[in-house]
């Protein structure tokens, strides 16, 4: 037992002393590529990646919409739809694709909804477009 704390020590007890660091010469944290960190602390790097992700997404997430919606629409209705979403549809829009991404069960309940107010939407804009055709009948 004394011999293993003494090899463990090294020669004359020196060998095994951390040398010290002076925090001016310490170098700097670098990411992929070489290229430096915003801080030498990991969290707050990890904010900032979660942050700057989350708001590039956001914004590409807009610009996609605006452009699907424009071709059917117009850019003025496009631009009312997405940035006129109040807090309960943002909200029910976040849980719903939250649910979707957790569980495959979750994504069959979301699709599943999905598919289901298509099909009402499409029922829906047939009967008007039958009722069209046959309210001129009717009256006759």
């Known amino acids: 037992m004394a011999g293993a704390k003494r090899a463990a020590r090294g020669k004359r007890g020196k060998a ?6 002076d925090p001016a010469t310490k170098p700097t944290p670098t990411g992929p ?21 989350r708001a590039a997404g956001g914004l590409l997430k807009d610009r996609l919409e605006k452009g699907l919606l424009v071709k059917s629409h117009g850019q003025d209705k496009a631009d009312k739809l997405v940035d006129g979403r109040g807090v309960a549809s943002s909200l029910a829009l976040w849980g719903a694709s939250r649910m979707a991404r957790r569980s495959p069960l979750g994504l069959a309940v979301v699709a599943g909804g999905l598919a289901a107010k298509v099909f009402y939407d499409r029922g829906k804009r047939l009967q008007k477009k039958a009722g069209t055709k046959e309210s001129p009948d009717s009256e006759s």
């Open 16 to 21: 095994g002393a951390p040398e010290a660091v």
């Open 33 to 53: 590529g070489g290229v430096p960190l915003p801080s030498p602390v990991a969290g707050t790097n990890l904010i900032i990646a979660d942050i700057v992700l």
